[in-house]
């Protein structure tokens, strides 16, 4: 089973295990009820107006479903986890690009000290890649402020990939480079 289709699974689970104890709640409320009434009058003895058993076994069922809500929540958050990991594993560009892999945009300009001359960018790189985006309308969705952008350029007749943490610095904007389109 791919790691999709088991966090698919279980979000499949928590949205049955979650009307199970809304169907639970109402029940206890049909009883008169919730998970905090005391079952007991100013006496001590038992309350009247509410059937006591049914009371404590409801409340009893949703605790139990309550707990199994809890390690379920676990078991997602586990397999999202895994979910990005694989997701960001297929996002990572190949070291090597075919010849067909044009640029779509040029690096026209490199800030001194900006996170874009941090991570190696220079004037002149092609942009083939940047994240996902694969022209230049989809690179500002991509920045990100304190995130990491895989950004693969043909530099010659070489292409290399790069790591670019946009952040503020002491220029404009987060990255410190100037994209014009590839001709």
């Given at each position: 089973?791919?790691?999709?289709?088991?966090?698919?699974?279980?979000?499949?689970?928590?949205?049955?295990?979650?009307?199970?104890?809304?169907?639970?709640?109402?029940?206890?409320?049909?009883?008169?009820?919730?998970?905090?009434?005391?079952?007991?009058?100013?006496?001590?003895?038992?309350?009247?107006?509410?059937?006591?058993?049914?009371?404590?076994?409801?409340?009893?069922?949703?605790?139990?479903?309550?707990?199994?809500?809890?390690?379920?929540?676990?078991?997602?958050?586990?397999?999202?986890?895994?979910?990005?990991?694989?997701?960001?594993?297929?996002?990572?560009?190949?070291?090597?690009?075919?010849?067909?892999?044009k640029p779509f945009a040029i690096v026209a300009a490199v800030a001194a000290s900006s996170p874009a001359e941090e991570c190696g960018?220079?004037?002149?790189?092609?942009?083939?890649?940047?994240?996902?985006?694969?022209?230049?309308?989809?690179?500002?969705?991509?920045?990100?402020?304190?995130?990491?952008?895989?950004?693969?350029?043909?530099?010659?007749?070489?292409?290399?990939?790069?790591?670019?943490?946009?952040?503020?610095?002491?220029?404009?904007?987060?990255?410190?480079?100037?994209?014009?389109?590839?001709?």
């Amino acid at each position: 089973m791919s790691v999709s289709a088991r966090y698919n699974q279980l979000i499949a689970e928590r949205e049955t295990l979650e009307s199970e104890i809304l169907q639970l709640l109402d029940a206890l409320k049909s009883n008169n009820s919730n998970m905090s009434d005391p079952l007991v009058d100013a006496e001590g003895f038992p309350r009247s107006d509410i059937d006591v058993y049914t009371v404590r076994q409801l409340r009893h069922s949703i605790i139990l479903k309550q707990n199994d809500h809890k390690g379920l929540m676990a078991k997602i958050e586990d397999e999202m986890h895994r979910v990005f990991a694989e997701r960001k594993q297929a996002d990572v560009p190949q070291q090597h690009v075919s010849i067909e892999q044009k640029p779509f945009a040029i690096v026209a300009a490199v800030a001194a000290s900006s996170p874009a001359e941090e991570c190696g960018l220079t004037a002149g790189d092609g942009i083939v890649r940047f994240g996902s985006a694969v022209e230049l309308s989809g690179v500002p969705s991509e920045v990100v402020e304190g995130g990491t952008v895989n950004v693969l350029v043909r530099r010659g007749p070489s292409t290399v990939s790069i790591s670019l943490k946009p952040k503020r610095w002491v220029g404009r904007g987060l990255l410190g480079c100037h994209l014009v389109p590839a001709k």
